[in-house]
């Protein structure tokens, strides 16, 4: 018995060791990702479980930028696992044969262990020098009950045992987009930090954005947009609302306002009422909605009223849509005029008293121009 047992022990002792690595754009990392992990932690009896987010992939389009991808990761991991920047660091197109070599080096003497979705295992073949990559790597996935995935030929498959939560990032990007509830989905750390940050509220990242609406707008409007998002995000912080929602609304609120007279007919129609469409001036905020919708994938809804009352206003206006209206009135870029320095003032303290003398200043200036003034402005006066 004692003999079996030291022959137990050191063959125990002479097994490699393995690193598993759970790799892809974690955009953004959720709960079946960490119990995937743990799985292969506890099963596989691995030295070490790392989450690895891919830098640039070639075939996938990042929502979040990479660094917000790593620092969700860090949060998620919560230091019961590994993660690492190897790719994220790396410049240019990121393939996991690349990785792979590169991980091989540091470690020779130990076994890599890929955790993948057992719905992936057919794609493999799809993967850069796959065949290579089957000689670098096992896999380990785990198989829900019923399912049977081929396993493509080369490839070795450690089966884990159990059901981690069928949770996607799809899933967790859709809800995120009109800043939905996130629980069951990521951890708590992870959803406050895509809250905070206001990842997927737009399908692309802000500095994306900023590059489409430099090429969209005049310098000057660039500029006046850049000023607008500065100061319903500041506005937004100083009285207790969402900062990252209204940065998204004062970043796109004149998206549409260099388009030709025609096009912005085209998109407000069916948003604008009979008066926005009678009058051109009017026109760049309903059709404003229709391009952070359609174009910057924007879904929600107290986001694209902001955008769409920010020349108007309107009787029934929430927090956020009263910082952006008054943002767009006060911004460091506005020529001083009389009455400025007073709305400025207001901010600070209330915001419906700014955006009622916002609204009373331009009622003035459109009644001395000669020109009417639309009956949403009246309601934004206090009488």
């Given amino acids: 018995m004692l003999f079996t047992r030291r022959i137990m022990v050191y063959n125990k002792s002479m097994e490699?060791?393995?690193?598993?690595?759970?790799?892809?754009?974690?955009?953004?990392?959720?709960?079946?990702?960490?119990?995937?992990?743990?799985?292969?932690?506890e099963q596989l009896d691995l030295c070490?479980?790392?989450?690895?987010?891919?830098?640039?992939?070639?075939?996938?389009?990042?929502?979040?930028?990479?660094?917000?991808?790593?620092?969700?990761?860090?949060?998620a991991a919560d230091g019961a696992f590994t993660v690492s920047d190897m790719e994220v660091r790396r410049k240019g197109a990121t393939y996991t044969v690349d990785t792979l070599r590169r991980l091989r080096a540091r470690a020779p003497e130990s076994e890599l262990v890929y955790i993948i979705g057992a719905d992936t295992?057919?794609?493999?073949?799809?993967?850069?020098?796959?065949?290579?990559?089957?000689?670098?790597?096992?896999?380990?996935?785990?198989r829900r009950a019923g399912q049977t995935e081929a396993v493509p030929e080369g490839a070795r498959v450690l089966w884990l045992e159990g059901d981690p939560p069928a949770v996607s990032s799809t899933r967790v990007r859709e809800i995120a987009t009109v800043r939905g509830d996130l629980r069951g989905l990521t951890g708590e750390k992870v959803a406050a930090y895509i809250r905070e940050k206001g990842l997927y509220l737009m399908n692309v990242p802000e500095t994306e954005a900023e590059n489409r609406l430099r090429g969209m707008l005049s310098k000057h409007r660039f500029q006046h947009t850049l000023g607008v998002r500065d100061t319903s995000e500041r506005l937004a912080r100083l009285h207790g609302l969402d900062a990252a929602a209204a940065r998204v609304a004062g970043l796109l609120h004149d998206a549409a306002k260099c388009l030709p007279a025609q096009e912005q007919r085209r998109l407000a129609a069916g948003i604008a009422d009979a008066g926005e469409m009678e009058n051109p001036e009017l026109l760049h905020a309903p059709a404003g909605v229709a391009v952070a919708r359609d174009v910057f994938g924007v879904r929600d809804a107290e986001i694209l009223a902001a955008i769409r009352c920010h020349t108007l206003g309107g009787p029934e206006m929430t927090g956020l849509m009263l910082a952006v209206f008054v943002a767009d009135f006060i911004e460091p870029g506005r020529e001083d005029f009389p009455g400025l320095s007073e709305a400025r003032a207001l901010a600070g303290t209330d915001l419906r008293a700014a955006a009622s003398k916002c609204a009373e200043l331009t009622n003035i200036h459109l009644k001395e121009t000669g020109r009417a003034v639309h009956p949403r402005m009246e309601t934004m006066l206090y009488h």
């Fill in 121 to 142: 295992l057919p794609n493999l073949v799809t993967w850069r020098e796959y065949r290579e990559v089957f000689k670098l790597c096992s896999f380990a996935a785990a």
């Fill in 48 to 75: 070490e479980a790392v989450l690895l987010p891919a830098g640039d992939p070639p075939h996938k389009h990042c929502h979040a930028p990479a660094e917000d991808r790593l620092k969700m990761a860090r949060l």
């Fill in 16 to 41: 490699r060791k393995k690193i598993g690595i759970l790799g892809g754009t974690l955009d953004p990392v959720h709960l079946g990702h960490i119990a995937l992990l743990r799985l292969a932690k």
